[in-house]
T-cell receptor, first 111, second 112 residues
């Protein structure tokens, strides 16, 4: 079946450094790729998303890139801050609107 | 306040005792979905609904039932819960499929 692989599972960076999380999807029909941030004890919250007709999208310190040929998309966080520490999930969805999520990346930003 | 609410937030039950977890949204969203979250497995979609009376299976539908009789409500039913359904459950909604999903606070279910 369809799946989304996410790496790394844990990531520690120094405050101010950049963090990159990568996902690979299997369903070539996928056309919507959201990224969610989950803080402890809360539900996930969307931080950025990208559609298949776009190669890159930025929102302040956060950016997402998409390579449809390689079926690969990445989250980039620049100038990391302690409040960026959380679990991040990527996901892929196709026209059926079924979602496949990655297994998550626990990001720790060290002050 | 725009939100997704789930009840109960915590539930401990025994194998085989039917239970329902309610989900309600006040944003007039068409799309609603249920997920379970387990350590190391991320979020897995159980069922989703594109609109009233329209539901479809996600990745892990076995052992669960849903119904969408009203736009705002999307209950998750476990007719005969088993220990392998012990998990953290999230309900989510979005304006339509393929848009930002808003997640509820989660329901932690333990089946003994």
């Amino acid at each position: 079946g369809e799946n989304v692989e996410q790496h790394p599972s844990t990531l520690s960076v120094q405050e101010g450094d950049s963090a990159v999380i990568k996902c690979t999807y299997s369903d070539s029909a996928s056309n919507y790729f959201p990224w969610y941030k989950q803080e402890l004890g809360k539900g996930p919250q969307l931080i950025i998303d990208i559609r298949s007709n776009v190669g890159e999208k930025k929102d302040q310190r956060i950016a997402v890139t998409l390579n449809k040929t390689a079926k690969h998309f990445s989250l980039h966080i620049t100038e990391t801050q302690p409040e960026d520490s959380a679990v991040y999930f990527c996901a892929a969805s196709s026209g059926t609107y079924k979602y496949i999520f990655g297994t998550g990346t626990r990001l720790k930003v060290l002050a | 306040e725009a939100q997704v609410t789930q009840n109960p937030r915590y539930l401990i039950t025994v194998t085989g005792k039917k239970l329902t977890v309610t989900c309600s949204q006040n944003m007039n969203h068409e799309y609603m979905s249920w997920y379970r979250q387990d350590p190391g497995l991320g979020l897995r979609q159980i069922y989703y609904s594109m609109n009233v009376e329209v539901t479809d299976k996600g990745d892990v539908p076995e052992g669960y039932k849903v119904s969408r009789k009203e736009k705002r409500n999307f209950p998750l039913i476990l007719e005969s819960p088993s220990p392998n359904q012990t998990s953290l459950y999230f309900c989510a909604s979005s304006l339509r499929g393929g848009n930002e999903q808003y997640f509820g606070p989660g329901t932690r279910l333990t089946v003994t």
